[in-house]
Nanobody, 124 residues
């Protein structure tokens, strides 16, 4: 599975961005998918994950502001980010597990395929 993340950019605090993660090489409709991020000088952290039944799960830091969704026909997963804060500044990565039909994990070590990352910068 190859994952291509896009949609990052520079936005002012309070603004919105939508990240996309386009998958190729395999249909990901039977895979839980995740988004992670790594801010400057910080460790990688979980952002959101979506199950094959489209249930979304979020880190407390983004709950109520971010929405994860999937379009299986387009083989793409999205992360809608609203009310952005400077602390959301990070490189965002999408990820897929090695096996289909696994639960939507929040731990990065449960994911096998990773996109290249897309940079989000939120100015104050």
């Amino acid at each position: 599975v190859q994952l291509q993340a896009s949609g990052g950019g520079l936005v002012q605090a309070g603004g919105s961005l939508r990240l996309s993660c386009a998958a190729s090489g395999r249909t990901v409709s039977s895979y839980a998918m995740g988004w992670f991020r790594q801010g400057p000088g910080k460790e990688q952290e979980f952002v959101a994950t979506i199950s094959t039944s489209r249930a979304g799960y979020y880190a407390d830091s983004v709950k109520g502001r971010f929405t994860i969704s999937r379009d299986d026909a387009e083989n793409t997963v999205y992360l809608q980010m609203n009310s952005l804060k400077p602390e959301d500044t990070a490189v965002y990565f999408c990820a897929a597990p090695r096996s289909a039909w696994t639960p939507p994990f929040s731990s990065a070590d449960r994911y096998y395929y990773w996109g290249q990352g897309t940079k989000v910068t939120v100015s104050s």
